[in-house]
């Protein structure tokens, strides 16, 4: 029977925090029969010690889990940035032989290989190690920085498991509670791993605050801190090193996989909010104390709810929640503006249609006094390649923006302000297409497509800046168009990206 | 050899048996992961079926193992839809969208457990956790045959694992490599895509059902990692990943069995053993692969970095002859001129001088006929290329020595012919000095 499956198990049954009730001491009273599984509501009594932290062991958990978001936020969003972000996988995989090895060297001299400094430092030192053979693969081959974390992940945690196989076979060895420091205890935290936890995770923010500039530039522009004199080797192993620290420390309370998901989804969730460094910190920040303090009070108030697992829900329902509302970044926002630009790209290209009709039906009065003529409907079909139905609902829209009428014949005519605005759009049109012609050596013939899929999204000073390139043909008036228009044929449409 | 005194076939052999079927499925679709940058996928389905598990259990209220393995495969396909789904809708990167989906669903997984913990006694460890060991235990009937269930599996998924990739080799190829290319050549690479993530997932629940999940998650990445340094062909890669996956699951369980006895304890986990043995080889290839081992490779650059000494030591004693003839320098005074180091330095003047380009006396060196040739040649591609960068790159005088200096080394007759059509048979170089000719004209 391998070890690995025991400790694996144990991971599964042990880590969960039935113990959060039992260190409250209400077990007791509330045997629960065993074919329910319905989560009790509680009573107004439990909301209450819950809320206001009357309870002891309540205060020391929600507080030891809140510092650990915190800390796990602020280098999560490191690691995060420079693409690091299942490096606490690795990591925290590698520490396992370094805690067997601990274990083993310790009990052969007979000292007690249960000691937490001695397993610490065996888990550093062997997860330095795994660092130093994620940064040899990734820089000495050609392999990239995935398979080296899943090459080191597994060796590392293979030998770990085939040396914890052998710690269970050691006289001296008790190795029972070994795996509880691996896979976490969250449930039965006491006040020194509260300290524990605050003190090595405030240190780790610290660190980070303190070298807050060259992190960042780290992250954002790894040539350009080498280029600038910044030792980029030194800056990325202190990142790591912060990493292993929070990861170890992580793993004592939540255990293994769910320390990874504190310092990947905060960050992650915080990425929907904003675009500054400063507030992705500040916000994966929040996000990792609210996810350790919500999860762990409704693992309180809820004692069938697993602590550790119930943090990474909060967590995980915070990211969906920023993924789908965030602002500027979230999946609405985004899906917002790419409808309104193609409502003003299709805007503009009906303007532009009944524009160009009407200039190369002679139709146009340069100086505009009267009623514009009108286009027929089946006449502006033909120019794109817009489906009826479509260019009914686009001309919809523009009559309800007063820049066209609709008459009763089908025939479509712009109203003052609209030829106006379609001049504008003709003239930007243009200006575009020539500056394509003249600088980006575009063929003429092509240039309509090209300047199509760019014009919609220029903003005005670009246009200012065309004009004075451009010198222009004449002072005022709408650019003559610079190749031929052809109303039969209807150029293709470029489907609009999202604009970014 | 301790362990091997207790060496079984009908248990031992079994257990290899077992380990290499595992790693060769594993290995063989590995490579597409490796390759699609993908290789901690299978870290995340191991650990992300746990909700598979516990609703399979919820929904069928039984243990047996279908239900388990279509909830755990059905938990797996979802890890890798979640993920694309997160890196395509939110715009997160592949890694942290993995990480956000399997830590969550593992998460989950376990709430859905202490729930479900309360009815029965339900035993996550020994559907997730098969232990490799425990594989001659429990034995089919097929064609009269006591075959271990496990391989009966394994085999399975293994053929099946074998077919696709030779059916659909093309594609996985070009879908690997270029995906946008693929689309446009006419068949889906999205398809592929979801079909392969699918057979992993069969293969990595199948595999740890059987042998553990350590093996699963080493096997996927690490074989295919080594043979990756060994080849530049995608077949040799994948037959190479293979074998390299059979061979480690045998050293692994060889060593798991004896390494112990050494050190006075008994046989340890064959998995984890697997998994090390995999390390070794993947060292070994990455150590001395033939193209892209990184002892060949710095092999490689140390010799570039020698004969470029050597080019330079000739090409600054042709430059010296042709300012001042008496001048006689020494090792010192070159050194000084070249910024070198002492160790390459003196090898290389005595590289040159057995090789009869220059000639030792007194402690100072002077360049033979043939060293003469050879600097000329240089020197001529260096004015050739200062010239050319000035007339043709439109660099200033100022800033070409150092890109002449780079390019001199790699430039050859033929090169240096065209150069000097380039330059319209000038012979004199942007500083003004002399572009030697190419042959010697005594």
Same mark, same amino acid.
């Given at each position: 029977m391998s070890r690995g499956a025991r400790i694996l198990l144990l991971l599964m049954l042990l880590l969960p925090g039935p113990a959060l009730l039992a260190a409250e001491g209400k077990t007791v009273h509330k045997q629960q029969s065993i074919t329910d599984r319905s989560i009790e509501w509680p009573a107004w009594e439990d909301w209450k010690r819950v809320f206001l932290m009357q309870d002891y062991n309540t205060r020391i958990v929600i507080l030891g889990t809140t510092l650990l978001g915190m800390s796990a936020g602020m280098i999560g969003s490191f690691a995060l940035l420079r693409k690091r972000a299942l490096m606490g996988d690795a990591l925290s995989h590698a520490t396992l032989p370094g805690i067997a090895i601990a274990f083993i060297i310790a009990s052969t001299l007979g000292l007690n290989g249960k000691s937490l400094p001695i397993l610490l430092t065996g888990a550093a030192i062997s997860g330095l190690l795994g660092i130093a053979g994620i940064l040899l693969i990734r820089n000495l081959t050609r392999l990239k920085e995935d398979a080296a974390l899943g090459i080191v992940l597994s060796v590392f945690f293979g030998a770990g498991i085939a040396l914890l196989s052998i710690v269970q076979q050691m006289q001296t060895g008790h190795a029972a509670g070994l795996e509880s420091f691996i896979y976490g205890k969250t449930a039965s935290m006491v006040a020194s791993d509260a300290w524990l936890i605050g003190g090595a995770g405030l240190s780790c923010v610290l660190i980070a605050l303190l070298l807050y500039k060259e992190l960042t530039l780290l992250c954002f522009d790894e040539g350009f801190a080498d280029s600038r004199g910044f030792p980029v080797i030194l800056l990325d192993t202190i990142l790591m090193g912060l990493v292993v620290v929070v990861t170890i420390i992580g793993l004592q309370a939540v255990g293994l996989i769910l320390m990874i998901s504190l310092l990947v989804i905060p960050p992650a969730a915080a990425r929907f909010w904003t675009e500054k460094m400063f507030w992705l910190t500040f916000v994966a920040v929040v996000l990792g104390a609210l996810s350790g303090m919500i999860g762990s009070g409704m693992s309180a108030i809820f004692p069938n709810l697993p602590s550790g697992a119930m943090i990474v829900l909060v967590a995980t329902t915070m990211f969906l929640f920023s993924m789908i509302f965030g602002v500027p970044r979230g999946i609405l926002v985004r899906k917002y503006r790419r409808y309104e630009l193609n409502t003003k790209v299709n805007r503009q290209h009906l303007l532009r249609g009944l524009y160009e009709y009407l200039e190369t039906h002679q139709q146009l009065p340069i100086d505009v006094t009267e009623n514009v003529q009108p286009v027929s409907l089946s006449a502006l079909e033909?120019?794109?390649?817009?489906s009826l139905p479509a260019l009914k609902k686009i001309i919809r829209r523009a009559q309800d923006e007063r820049l066209v009428t609709q008459l009763s014949d089908n025939r479509i005519q712009l109203t003052l302000s609209g030829l106006k605005e379609a001049a504008r759009v003709v003239h930007e049109h243009r200006l575009w297409e020539l500056y394509l012609i003249t600088y980006a050596e575009v063929a003429s013939s092509k240039v309509d497509q090209d300047a199509d899929a760019i014009e919609h999204v220029l903003e005005p000073e670009v246009i200012a800046e065309l004009e004075v390139l451009l010198v222009r043909q004449s002072t005022e008036g709408i650019l003559q168009s610079p190749h031929a228009i052809d109303l039969q044929q209807p150029p293709v449409t470029p489907t609009v990206r999202e604009a970014t | 050899m301790g362990g091997l005194e207790q060496w079984s076939w009908t248990l031992d052999g079994w257990i290899i048996v077992a380990g290499m079927l595992c790693a060769a499925a594993t290995a063989l679709l590995g490579n597409f992961l490796v390759l699609r940058k993908m290789s901690m996928l299978g870290d995340a389905i191991t650990h992300a079926v746990l909700p598979g598990l516990a609703a399979a259990f919820l929904i069928s209220d039984s243990r047996s193992s279908l239900p388990m393995f279509i909830g755990a495969v059905i938990a797996g396909i979802l890890t890798a839809l979640f993920t694309e789904w997160i890196r395509g809708f939110g715009k997160v990167d592949e890694g942290a969208s993995m990480g956000v989906v399997f830590t969550s669903l593992f998460a989950l997984g376990l709430v859905m457990i202490v729930q479900a913990a309360d009815r029965v &006694? %339900? &035993?996550p460890g020994c559907v997730l956790y098969?232990?490799?060991? %425990?594989?001659?235990a429990d034995t089919v009937l097929v064609a009269g045959w006591e075959i271990p269930r496990v391989v009966v599996v394994l085999s399975i998924v293994f053929v099946i694992n074998l077919l696709f990739v030779i059916l659909f080799l093309k594609e996985l190829k070009l879908s690997s490599f270029d995906p946008a290319l693929a689309t446009t050549t006419g068949f889906n690479a999205t398809l592929i895509h979801y079909a392969l993530m699918t057979l992993v997932a069969i293969t990595a629940v199948a595999s740890f059902e059987a042998v553990g999940n350590i093996l699963v998650v080493a096997m996927f990445v690490v074989p295919p990692a080594a043979a990756y340094m060994l080849t530049d062909r995608l077949g040799v890669m994948l037959i190479l990943s293979v074998l390299l996956a059979m061979l480690s699951a045998i050293i692994g369980h060889i060593s798991a069995i004896t390494v112990p006895y050494w050190f006075n304890f008994q046989s340890t986990s064959t998995a984890g053993m697997m998994a090390v043995s995999a390390g070794l080889l993947f060292v070994i290839a990455a150590l001395f692969g033939p193209r892209h081992g990184v002892v060949i490779v710095f092999l490689r650059r140390q010799l570039l970095a020698w004969q470029i000494l050597a080019d330079d030591i000739v090409a600054l004693m042709y430059r010296i002859e042709e300012r001042d003839p008496e001048l006689r320098p020494d090792a010192l005074y070159l050194r000084d001129i070249l910024f070198s180091r002492p160790l390459p330095t003196s090898l290389t003047l005595g590289y040159l001088v057995r090789h009869s380009q220059l000639v030792h006396a007194n402690g100072t060196y002077t360049l033979t006929d043939t060293g003469r040739d050879r600097a000329r040649q240089l020197v001529r591609s260096h004015r050739l290329w200062e010239h050319y960068l000035v007339e043709h790159?439109?660099?200033?005088a100022e800033t070409i020595h150092r890109q002449a200096e780079q390019l001199e080394h790699f430039t050859d007759r033929e090169l240096r012919d065209r150069l000097n059509a380039d330059t319209l048979d000038t012979d004199q170089d942007p500083h003004g000095r002399p572009i030697p000719p190419e042959e010697h004209t005594p």
């Amino acid at each position: 029977m391998s070890r690995g499956a025991r400790i694996l198990l144990l991971l599964m049954l042990l880590l969960p925090g039935p113990a959060l009730l039992a260190a409250e001491g209400k077990t007791v009273h509330k045997q629960q029969s065993i074919t329910d599984r319905s989560i009790e509501w509680p009573a107004w009594e439990d909301w209450k010690r819950v809320f206001l932290m009357q309870d002891y062991n309540t205060r020391i958990v929600i507080l030891g889990t809140t510092l650990l978001g915190m800390s796990a936020g602020m280098i999560g969003s490191f690691a995060l940035l420079r693409k690091r972000a299942l490096m606490g996988d690795a990591l925290s995989h590698a520490t396992l032989p370094g805690i067997a090895i601990a274990f083993i060297i310790a009990s052969t001299l007979g000292l007690n290989g249960k000691s937490l400094p001695i397993l610490l430092t065996g888990a550093a030192i062997s997860g330095l190690l795994g660092i130093a053979g994620i940064l040899l693969i990734r820089n000495l081959t050609r392999l990239k920085e995935d398979a080296a974390l899943g090459i080191v992940l597994s060796v590392f945690f293979g030998a770990g498991i085939a040396l914890l196989s052998i710690v269970q076979q050691m006289q001296t060895g008790h190795a029972a509670g070994l795996e509880s420091f691996i896979y976490g205890k969250t449930a039965s935290m006491v006040a020194s791993d509260a300290w524990l936890i605050g003190g090595a995770g405030l240190s780790c923010v610290l660190i980070a605050l303190l070298l807050y500039k060259e992190l960042t530039l780290l992250c954002f522009d790894e040539g350009f801190a080498d280029s600038r004199g910044f030792p980029v080797i030194l800056l990325d192993t202190i990142l790591m090193g912060l990493v292993v620290v929070v990861t170890i420390i992580g793993l004592q309370a939540v255990g293994l996989i769910l320390m990874i998901s504190l310092l990947v989804i905060p960050p992650a969730a915080a990425r929907f909010w904003t675009e500054k460094m400063f507030w992705l910190t500040f916000v994966a920040v929040v996000l990792g104390a609210l996810s350790g303090m919500i999860g762990s009070g409704m693992s309180a108030i809820f004692p069938n709810l697993p602590s550790g697992a119930m943090i990474v829900l909060v967590a995980t329902t915070m990211f969906l929640f920023s993924m789908i509302f965030g602002v500027p970044r979230g999946i609405l926002v985004r899906k917002y503006r790419r409808y309104e630009l193609n409502t003003k790209v299709n805007r503009q290209h009906l303007l532009r249609g009944l524009y160009e009709y009407l200039e190369t039906h002679q139709q146009l009065p340069i100086d505009v006094t009267e009623n514009v003529q009108p286009v027929s409907l089946s006449a502006l079909e033909q120019m794109r390649s817009w489906s009826l139905p479509a260019l009914k609902k686009i001309i919809r829209r523009a009559q309800d923006e007063r820049l066209v009428t609709q008459l009763s014949d089908n025939r479509i005519q712009l109203t003052l302000s609209g030829l106006k605005e379609a001049a504008r759009v003709v003239h930007e049109h243009r200006l575009w297409e020539l500056y394509l012609i003249t600088y980006a050596e575009v063929a003429s013939s092509k240039v309509d497509q090209d300047a199509d899929a760019i014009e919609h999204v220029l903003e005005p000073e670009v246009i200012a800046e065309l004009e004075v390139l451009l010198v222009r043909q004449s002072t005022e008036g709408i650019l003559q168009s610079p190749h031929a228009i052809d109303l039969q044929q209807p150029p293709v449409t470029p489907t609009v990206r999202e604009a970014t | 050899m301790g362990g091997l005194e207790q060496w079984s076939w009908t248990l031992d052999g079994w257990i290899i048996v077992a380990g290499m079927l595992c790693a060769a499925a594993t290995a063989l679709l590995g490579n597409f992961l490796v390759l699609r940058k993908m290789s901690m996928l299978g870290d995340a389905i191991t650990h992300a079926v746990l909700p598979g598990l516990a609703a399979a259990f919820l929904i069928s209220d039984s243990r047996s193992s279908l239900p388990m393995f279509i909830g755990a495969v059905i938990a797996g396909i979802l890890t890798a839809l979640f993920t694309e789904w997160i890196r395509g809708f939110g715009k997160v990167d592949e890694g942290a969208s993995m990480g956000v989906v399997f830590t969550s669903l593992f998460a989950l997984g376990l709430v859905m457990i202490v729930q479900a913990a309360d009815r029965v &006694d %339900l &035993d996550p460890g020994c559907v997730l956790y098969g232990a490799i060991e %425990l594989t001659p235990a429990d034995t089919v009937l097929v064609a009269g045959w006591e075959i271990p269930r496990v391989v009966v599996v394994l085999s399975i998924v293994f053929v099946i694992n074998l077919l696709f990739v030779i059916l659909f080799l093309k594609e996985l190829k070009l879908s690997s490599f270029d995906p946008a290319l693929a689309t446009t050549t006419g068949f889906n690479a999205t398809l592929i895509h979801y079909a392969l993530m699918t057979l992993v997932a069969i293969t990595a629940v199948a595999s740890f059902e059987a042998v553990g999940n350590i093996l699963v998650v080493a096997m996927f990445v690490v074989p295919p990692a080594a043979a990756y340094m060994l080849t530049d062909r995608l077949g040799v890669m994948l037959i190479l990943s293979v074998l390299l996956a059979m061979l480690s699951a045998i050293i692994g369980h060889i060593s798991a069995i004896t390494v112990p006895y050494w050190f006075n304890f008994q046989s340890t986990s064959t998995a984890g053993m697997m998994a090390v043995s995999a390390g070794l080889l993947f060292v070994i290839a990455a150590l001395f692969g033939p193209r892209h081992g990184v002892v060949i490779v710095f092999l490689r650059r140390q010799l570039l970095a020698w004969q470029i000494l050597a080019d330079d030591i000739v090409a600054l004693m042709y430059r010296i002859e042709e300012r001042d003839p008496e001048l006689r320098p020494d090792a010192l005074y070159l050194r000084d001129i070249l910024f070198s180091r002492p160790l390459p330095t003196s090898l290389t003047l005595g590289y040159l001088v057995r090789h009869s380009q220059l000639v030792h006396a007194n402690g100072t060196y002077t360049l033979t006929d043939t060293g003469r040739d050879r600097a000329r040649q240089l020197v001529r591609s260096h004015r050739l290329w200062e010239h050319y960068l000035v007339e043709h790159a439109g660099m200033s005088a100022e800033t070409i020595h150092r890109q002449a200096e780079q390019l001199e080394h790699f430039t050859d007759r033929e090169l240096r012919d065209r150069l000097n059509a380039d330059t319209l048979d000038t012979d004199q170089d942007p500083h003004g000095r002399p572009i030697p000719p190419e042959e010697h004209t005594p």
